[in-house]
Every structure is written in structure tokens, then in C-alpha cells.
């Protein structure tokens, strides 16, 4: 559970029951109390909200006016009258039980490193943790991309998959384009990897700012769950394609 999930499920209509609205999420889903000025701040500043910092002691008040916050211990907490607002505010099915399914749903994948990765993927996914889901699921695509080119050029073209001046592997839009670049030299590998395959990475790709390696945040969970058929797939042909590659060096 994020504080932006919890917006999501969320009716408010003013900056105050933002503020609110992070003292119940710190209160019921972070079990804090009492709660600072400052651990608001944090919660609103990682969220999609913009509450400028410096307003937030004033929402602070204006909730105390309004008899939905108490002081408590050197910090505060929600009055019986607040909690029951903000319990109001937020959808019940936000506590939803843990997904029963996987999103990376395949038992192929036997390397440790990868079958680590695919299992945190679907830890993240069950209990609905959606944007650790992808940032995990893009992480899977790029190391297997940079395992494939690594595997099949070795130090002979060591740019296709390694920043030197970064020391680390290109980011998942670099690694498709290299792949796709040299396309033909890995067709002997598998039979399943094509140019629809490597355009459906575009959905895990960077967004933004190279440099911040992000992608898109706050994916509902239909959008997640309706990507999960396509991220078990190319993980298949993608581990396959590197399994294939090993094979050949070995």
C-alpha cells in the first residue's frame, strides 16, 4: 500500500484533506502515531499531490479547527470525529485481499538470478505494490537484453551493451535498439523472437528523463493486470532467446 493508491480510492476536494487524508494513510496502513508535520510532508512530496511544504502547518490547524485533529505526545492524531471522516473519504475496496495470480506467470525461468527477480516481480504483484511491479519487470527485460548481447558478442562489442562511462549496461530502450540493429545475428537462437516482440518492451521502457531511469507511475490495477499476459510472454521468449545463446557459447 502506497499513499497514492490510496488517492486513488480516495473523494476530497481541498489541499486540507490531503493532509488529512496522509495522516490517516500514516496512522492506519504505516501504524504512526502520533504523527509530525515533517512525516506529512515526506508522504505528499513521494505522491502525486502538490502540497508546498511550507503550508502544510496550516492545513495542520485548519484540521484542529475543524475538530478532525488532536495534539498527542508532541505530535498529532486523527480525533475520533477526524478518523471517521477520512474513513468515509476512502473506498473500501482499497483493502482488497492479496491477488491470488502471478504477473510474471511461467516456471522457465530456472536461473537464480532471474528466478529471484521473477519471484520479487510477483511478490510486488499479489499485494498489489503496482509501480514496484513494472520498475522490477523493466529491470528483468534489461538484464536479459544485456545478457543476450553480452552472451553472443562478448568483448569483441562491448558498446552495444555497456556504458562505459556510466559502468553499467545501457538503459531497455538502448538494448532494443541495439538488438534490433543486429537482428539477423540472433535468429538462429530462437524461432520467437521477432520485431513484434521487441516492440512490445516499448510498455516497460524509460519514460522522461533518461537519466532518472523512470517510468510511468500510478498504473491502476486493470492497466497492470491487463499487462500481465504480454510480461509473461516476452519473458519467456526472452529467457528463451538467452538460454539459446548459451547454449551456442558453451
Not at 112 to 119: I, M, P
Not at 149 to 167: K, S, V, W
Request: aromatic fraction near 10%.
Amino acid at each position: 500500500m502506497n499513499f497514492d493508491r490510496l488517492l486513488q480510492h480516495a473523494e476530497y476536494s481541498s489541499k486540507k484533506e490531503v493532509v488529512g487524508l496522509s495522516i490517516y494513510y500514516l496512522e492506519e496502513f504505516e501504524d504512526q502515531q502520533p504523527v509530525a508535520h515533517e512525516d506529512v510532508r515526506n508522504v505528499i512530496d513521494d505522491s502525486r499531490e502538490s502540497v508546498p511544504s511550507k503550508h502544510v502547518s496550516t492545513y495542520f490547524n485548519r484540521l484542529e479547527d475543524a475538530d478532525w485533529l488532536s495534539p498527542s505526545n508532541g505530535g498529532y492524531v486523527l480525533s475520533p470525529t477526524g478518523l471517521e471522516h477520512f474513513e468515509n473519504c476512502v473506498d473500501a475496496s482499497l483493502v482488497e485481499e492479496p491477488r491470488e495470480d502471478r504477473f510474471i506467470d511461467t516456471d522457465v525461468v530456472e536461473d537464480q538470478f532471474y528466478e529471484q527477480l521473477v519471484e520479487d516481480i510477483n511478490d510486488c504483484y499479489r499485494v498489489r505494490v503496482n509501480d514496484a511491479v513494472l520498475v522490477l519487470t523493466r529491470k528483468l527485460f534489461e538484464n536479459l537484453l544485456a545478457d543476450i548481447l553480452r552472451g553472443h558478442y562478448g568483448r569483441q562489442n562491448i558498446e552495444l551493451f555497456f556504458d562505459t562511462d556510466r559502468g553499467y549496461h545501457h538503459s531497455l530502450a538502448e538494448l532494443k535498439k541495439n538488438l534490433r540493429d543486429n537482428f539477423g545475428d540472433f535468429r538462429i537462437y530462437s524461432r520467437d523472437i521477432d520485431e513484434e516482440i521487441l516492440d512490445k518492451l516499448d510498455d516497460f521502457k524509460e519514460h522522461g528523463n533518461a537519466g532518472a531511469h523512470s517510468i510511468v507511475v500510478g498504473r491502476t490495477d486493470e492497466e497492470v493486470e491487463g499487462m500481465a499476459d504480454e510480461a509473461t510472454r516476452l519473458t519467456k521468449v526472452l529467457y528463451d532467446l538467452w538460454q539459446g545463446v548459451q547454449s551456442a557459447q558453451s
